[in-house]
């Protein structure tokens, strides 16, 4: 299991290496509902909107096409269609019908990428290709374009107009952070301003999450450019759309997983150790979360005190573990797929 998101306290889906999985009783039983004579593999994405509604993409064998799901009915029955790209970044829905699928052409990896965003606005019968980075002779790309440089990491939409890619770049203090307000057909790069007392690093970003339409956040992940090595966390936050971003209180940590469950009540972890918010990211408090909270690749609440995390026990397996006193004590979770 590495993709988790519940809904709510009993409903929540999963993505598995090799399944779709939903569950109706907090995590305790799982559900396969993965689409038939469907491969699913590592670098398969979904978007999980509501307790019905989901989209899976998962690459095709012959390397050239990727296959994307839709169910509205929570996995009985899945529709499907293709877009022209295996690479995959991230696939985002603001509503049943409008959503994006950020995806590479070239191999991943290196200091530059190509990238296409895919857009729908029919629930995902049909894929346009309204936006490209192509390779390109120059760093600077041309007005509206994103660039080829830099690693991207993923797309998010506020709405059907307005959304941003982030990404990472190995140069110190450079922002990869760009803006579309016209649905993803133009991007054009958007500056931060770097947190005081934060040594000079490489930027990178996740990108934001909105809780209501003027109010978000976009965390930016601070690295040593030589060694890799991470330094700080910081979460940056907005209350005009995302017009303008302020740095909050950066944590000691490159964070591997985090969640908000409002604009107010956040966690962030490294994998091991575990901080709490609950004012926006101004003040954190250092949890001990406990022996079984470890490797930890995914955070996911649904309330201040309820949440769920993926950890891992050595052999490459992972353990569903669960907190009903806000990250404070977790306990493991035997769950069991049908």
């Known amino acids: 299991m590495f993709s988790l998101h519940m809904i709510d306290p009993t409903t929540g889906w999963a993505l598995s290496e090799h399944a779709v999985l939903r569950t109706t009783d907090g995590g305790l039983h799982w559900k396969n509902v993965t689409p038939p004579n469907t491969l699913l593999t590592r670098e398969s994405i979904a978007d999980f909107l509501t307790a019905s509604l989901a989209w899976v993409a998962t690459p095709q064998v012959n390397g050239a096409m990727t296959q ?3 169910t509205m009915d929570s996995g009985q029955t899945w529709q499907q269609s293709t877009i022209p790209a295996v690479y995959l970044k991230q696939i985002t829905f603001v509503d049943s019908q409008h959503g994006w699928i950020l995806a ?3 191999t991943r990896g290196g200091a530059a990428e190509a990238v296409a965003v895919f857009r729908t606005g029919d629930g995902g019968k049909i894929w346009s290709n309204v936006s490209s980075a192509l390779p390109a002779s120059t760093d600077t790309p041309p007005p509206g374009h994103l660039p080829f440089g830099g690693q991207k990491s993923g797309i998010h939409f506020l709405n059907t107009s307005t959304g941003w890619i982030t990404g990472t770049v190995g140069v110190n203090d450079l922002t990869w952070l760009y803006v579309s307000h016209d649905g993803g057909a133009t991007w054009y790069q958007q500056s931060l301003p770097l947190p005081p007392g934060v040594p000079s690093a490489q930027l990178s970003l996740v990108p934001p999450v909105f809780f209501s339409a003027t109010d978000g ?16 966390t910081d979460i940056y936050v907005t209350h005009d759309e995302g017009t303008t971003w302020k740095s909050t209180t950066p944590l000691p940590l490159a964070s591997v997983a985090l969640d908000f469950v409002d604009k107010q009540h956040g966690w962030a972890t490294d994998g091991m150790i575990l901080y709490r918010t609950s004012d926006a990211g101004q003040r954190w408090t250092k949890l001990s979360p406990g022996a079984s909270f ?3 690749t995914s955070l996911d609440f649904v309330s201040s005190t309820l949440g769920w995390a993926i950890g891992g026990q050595g052999n ?6 669960k907190t009903t006193d806000g990250g404070q004590t977790w306990t493991p979770i035997p769950s069991t797929i049908s």
Do not use: E, H, Y
């Open 294 to 296: 470890k490797q930890v």
């Open 316 to 321: 490459n397996s992972s353990l569903l573990l």
């Open 68 to 70: 994307v799901l839709r």
């Open 217 to 232: 956040i976009l965390p930016v992940i601070f690295s040593d450019v030589v060694t890799g090595r991470g330094i700080a």
């Open 104 to 106: 590479g052409w070239g």
